[in-house]
């Protein structure tokens, strides 16, 4: 058994518990930049290790209640039959160097768009975090379901999850958050988690049967995950979630970009231009949004004393 898989598999399972993040945005990148697997067997080993550890965060919610069936049913309709399409269209293509590169691209593009979900979820946070009439507002117990673009997040969702393993946890949680606004937040986590069982199951069907699965790359991946996964979620109250998630948009640009073939002096370059940017425009956003939030809260304040006797 190769233990510095198991340590590579540790790693990932202690930021998918700590912060809710899909394991294959960090786990198919991580092997084929570090290990140097292909990216096809990548794909192939990493849904099947995310095929065993997905139920388990899975049932927690459901036991907790904060899971929208409604919206499991609907974004599982889409994703299954699509995620082993995705598989099948890779089967399609033929030789094994043209699969290979459509994956790398694929997978490339699909690692900067689920870095650019994890701004777009944080900032959509934080609106709501410095928005002083949603606290106002009683809290909804029940979320109209959209059948039809539900569907399609889901059927979107599935054939990048079939082709890449990305996506899961980083693109449905940001379409959802756009489609559904309303939805509180452990609703949203545990919905996307759920919905990624059935979802990751019918792509690591696909794989097994068409991609390229090795047991001697998922068994060690595995005996670090599984662990990972447990401690992660025991630390996720104590470890700074923000810091976290700067270092992951940062890990999965880099890795991005890497894969899309941008030489290393300019990604060097690019990631820690990324870096400055990000710092000095995120604070700037923080502290317009928190005078809009003092200014909304004093304006609440005040015509709340001129309708009181």
């Given at each position: 058994?190769?233990?510095?898989?198991?340590?590579?598999?540790?790693?990932?399972?202690?930021?998918?518990?700590?912060?809710?993040?899909?394991?294959?945005?960090?786990?198919?990148?991580?092997?084929?930049?570090?290990?140097?697997?292909?990216?096809?067997?990548?794909?192939?080993?990493?849904?099947?290790?995310?095929?065993?550890?997905?139920?388990?965060?899975?049932?927690?919610?459901?036991?907790?209640?904060?899971?929208?069936?409604?919206?499991?049913?609907?974004?599982?309709f889409g994703s299954v039959p699509m995620a082993f399409l995705g598989v099948v269209l890779l089967q399609a293509i033929g030789s094994?160097?043209?699969?290979?590169?459509?994956?790398?691209?694929?997978?490339?593009?699909?690692?900067?768009?689920?870095?650019?979900?994890?701004?777009?979820?944080?900032?959509?946070?934080?609106?709501?975090?410095?928005?002083?009439?949603?606290?106002?507002?009683?809290?909804?117990?029940?979320?109209?379901?959209?059948?039809?673009?539900?569907?399609?997040?889901?059927?979107?969702?599935?054939?990048?999850?079939?082709?890449?393993?990305?996506?899961?946890?980083?693109?449905?949680?940001?379409?959802?958050?756009?489609?559904?606004?309303?939805?509180?937040?452990?609703?949203?986590?545990?919905?996307?988690?759920?919905?990624?069982?059935?979802?990751?199951?019918?792509?690591?069907?696909?794989?097994?049967?068409?991609?390229?699965?090795?047991?001697?790359?998922?068994?060690?991946?595995?005996?670090?995950?599984?662990?990972?996964?447990?401690?992660?979620?025991?630390l996720s109250a104590t470890v700074p979630d923000g810091v976290v998630r700067r270092a992951l948009v940062l890990v999965l640009t880099?890795?991005?970009?890497?894969?899309?073939?941008?030489?290393?002096?300019?990604?060097?370059?690019?990631?820690?231009?990324?870096?400055?940017?990000?710092?000095?425009?995120?604070?700037?956003?923080?502290?317009?949004?928190?005078?809009?939030a003092s200014a909304a809260r004093a304006e609440l304040a005040e015509s709340a004393a001129g309708t009181s006797p």
């Open positions: 058994m190769d233990w510095t898989l198991s340590v590579a598999g540790l790693l990932v399972g202690l930021v998918v518990g700590m912060t809710g993040m899909g394991g294959g945005a960090l786990m198919t990148p991580l092997l084929v930049l570090f290990f140097h697997v292909p990216p096809l067997t990548a794909v192939s080993n990493d849904l099947v290790v995310s095929a065993v550890m997905k139920p388990v965060g899975g049932l927690v919610h459901l036991r907790r209640g904060t899971v929208h069936l409604g919206l499991v049913k609907y974004l599982s094994d160097s043209s699969v290979q590169t459509v994956v790398r691209l694929a997978l490339g593009i699909a690692l900067v768009l689920a870095a650019v979900g994890i701004v777009a979820r944080a900032y959509v946070g934080l609106v709501q975090r410095t928005d002083p009439s949603r606290a106002a507002r009683p809290e909804s117990t029940e979320v109209r379901v959209r059948p039809l673009p539900t569907l399609l997040i889901g059927a979107l969702a599935g054939l990048i999850v079939g082709i890449t393993s990305v996506g899961s946890g980083s693109l449905v949680v940001v379409a959802l958050l756009c489609l559904y606004p309303l939805l509180r937040t452990n609703r949203l986590v545990g919905t996307d988690i759920v919905q990624a069982v059935p979802l990751v199951a019918a792509a690591a069907l696909g794989h097994l049967l068409f991609g390229d699965f090795h047991l001697d790359i998922t068994a060690p991946l595995l005996v670090g995950a599984l662990p990972g996964v447990y401690l992660g979620a025991h880099a890795s991005g970009l890497k894969l899309l073939g941008l030489p290393t002096v300019a990604l060097g370059w690019t990631v820690l231009g990324l870096a400055v940017v990000g710092a000095v425009g995120w604070s700037v956003v923080r502290r317009r949004r928190s005078a809009r």
